[in-house]
């Protein structure tokens, strides 16, 4: 458990998590929040508001087995009851390190689904740019 309140702060320090409603909310609208967290002695309020904000797409709303206090002191603030993880390597991570694949089975699924994605597409960029420098043009260049 310390090691997902760990990874909260990694996230903090990366600029990789958005902090509070006002910030999760709009994360969530542009569609850049991956994974909503809710603290555990968050009000209904603020779990229904959660749960709208990510309604109608594929961003993912949890409720954690933290406290909003435990939050809080992970990313240096005193209190913490809303969360957004805009990495979904970063939040796969956060779930995986809830230890509880039982609980999380599917949200643990679409995050994979969707790092695995874009770590494929960092490659493909990554190789088309390592082939613009080199001058490569696919076959034509090898039948010379």
Known sequence: MDKALNYLALARKAGRIELGEEPVGAAARAQKARLVIVASDATDHTLRR????????????LSVPFTKD???????RTALALAAFTDPA?????????????????ELESLEKRTTRIQKRQQEAKAHERNKRMGYRGKAKKDK
């Open 70 to 76: 435990q939050l809080g002191q992970a990313v240096g």
């Open 50 to 61: 959660a749960k709208s904000f990510v309604a109608a797409s594929e961003q993912i709303c």
């Open 90 to 106: 970063l939040a796969l991570a956060f779930v995986k390190a809830l230890g509880q694949p039982d609980r999380y089975k599917t």
